[in-house]
């Protein structure tokens, strides 16, 4: 269950935006190589800008991570702000956290200023306490979220069941900055509003080649060449062929479970108010509703692998557990994706060159990050001026053992699942 075509999220995504393959040769004042939700915005804030502007996708737009996400807008990182700050300094770890706080607020300005067709809905996010020990952890980071002027509520028990139609929850943290979309379409919309910005956007093109040749890039694939004065690397979790540029991360899976459409008595209980969510357990679980009344859960794993049957039995479980009202629910569509992890949690901008940046490391925070930093990233380069860039970049960034520790969470997540399961 590789490819992206096989989600709930291609089957009903309603933007289109038209594309070529690239041939023969163009000059541009930016190259943007991964047509994810960081390319997109790139590739947009540059067009908008009055700049030449390509985006060379290997695949179809959203193919990678951003087509396969849960579709959760959040703001901020996986870290808590202390943690932020403890790792980047009180200076640029206070920056980061205003702009990424401010993040949900940007992606949905866009949907609205260039009418993305995503079923946007902005009516916050739970981060839900699976045990009293989740909700230590949510008391924790509501006080500092609250310190850093995030307009966020613990709520209690009885209200977490109120919200999400639940008893197995022990509070929850509401984001009211937070919200959904159809995360694939989403990705499609900022291409498509790029292109009509003036953006050349390319599908099927692969680079295969990075050099630097007389003050300026040259990018190839197999049937054309891009001459470039500044590029942007957005490849993420799903890089190819550039094994010099390759970005260091840890790969971890993420797979997604969605039922038919519910009938409307189910829907008038579970989640009613549309919020999507995602609880404290190491090995987390995400669920939420489409705008069909689908209802979508997910967890850690790769269906690819040999837990398949582990995760699927999960799914099962967890769905009966959370809703016993579900538990007969077939589950119609089931996608996985792969994220980018860094072991601080951090995302890397990393300066391959002269006017070359590469981004990764959202560790599945994609949607509001990547739609930042993509934006910031192209002002950076157009405008020659590093300083305009969320974090500063590095000269290089390595990670050890990455296949060690991606086995290691893999069969964590699916000996979890196998247990839960049988419990």
């Not at 206070?94 to 940007?106: D, M």
């Not at 995360?183 to 630097?212: H, K």
């Not at 970049?393 to 990455?402: D, F, G, H, R």
Request: glycine share 10%; hydrophobic share 40%; net charge neutral.
């Amino acid at each position: 269950m590789n490819s992206v075509d096989h989600s709930l999220w291609r089957k009903t995504c309603a933007e289109k935006v038209e594309t070529n393959s690239l041939t023969g040769s163009v000059s541009v004042d930016l190259a943007v190589i991964g047509g994810g939700y960081t390319g997109c915005s790139a590739a947009l804030t540059a067009a908008k800008a009055g700049a030449a502007v390509c985006l060379l996708e290997a695949e179809e737009i959203g193919h990678g991570g951003s087509g396969r996400n849960v579709g959760l807008v959040n703001a901020g990182l996986w870290l808590p702000p202390k943690k932020i700050r403890e790792r980047l300094g009180e200076q640029v770890g206070n920056r980061l956290i205003q702009l990424l706080a401010a993040a949900p607020a940007e992606v949905f300005k866009l949907i609205e200023r260039h009418q993305i067709d995503c079923d946007p809905l902005q009516n916050g996010t739970l981060h839900c306490a699976h045990s009293r020990v989740g909700e230590m952890d949510l008391k924790s980071r509501y006080a500092q979220l609250k310190e850093s002027g995030a307009p966020v509520e613990l709520i209690s028990a009885e209200d977490t069941k109120s919200k999400t139609g639940s008893d197995q929850f022990q509070a929850a943290l509401f984001d009211p900055r937070a919200g959904t979309i159809q995360p694939l379409a989403y990705c499609v919309g900022l291409a498509r509003a790029a292109s009509q910005a003036g953006a050349q956007i390319f599908e099927q093109s692969a680079v295969l080649s990075l050099d630097y040749l007389d003050n300026h890039w040259v990018l190839a694939t197999s049937n054309g060449t891009v001459h470039a004065k500044a590029v942007i690397q957005a490849t993420n979790a799903y890089h190819q062929n550039l094994n010099l540029t390759r970005p260091q991360y840890v790969p971890m899976y993420f797979f997604q479970y969605a039922t038919a459409p519910l009938a409307e008595n189910l829907r008038a209980c579970i989640l009613s108010g549309g919020e999507g969510c995602w609880d404290t357990e190491l090995i987390m679980t995400s669920f939420r509703m489409d705008r069909d009344g689908r209802f979508i859960i997910g967890g850690m794993g790769d269906l690819s692998s040999f837990g398949r049957s582990f995760h699927h039995g999960w799914v099962r479980r967890k769905l009966s557990a959370l809703f016993p009202s579900l538990a007969d629910q077939p589950l119609v569509d089931e996608w996985h994706g792969r994220i980018a992890m860094t072991s601080d949690h951090l995302p890397k901008i990393i300066k391959l060159g002269p006017n070359v940046l590469a981004v990764h490391g959202f560790s599945g925070r994609g949607i509001g990050p990547g739609t930042v930093f993509g934006g910031m990233m192209a002002e950076s380069l157009l405008k020659d001026d590093l300083a305009r860039l969320p974090i500063a970049p590095v000269a290089q960034y390595n990670e050890s053992w990455t296949r060690t520790r991606r086995t290691f969470f893999e069969t964590g997540a699916a000996l979890t699942h196998l247990f839960k399961a049988r419990s």
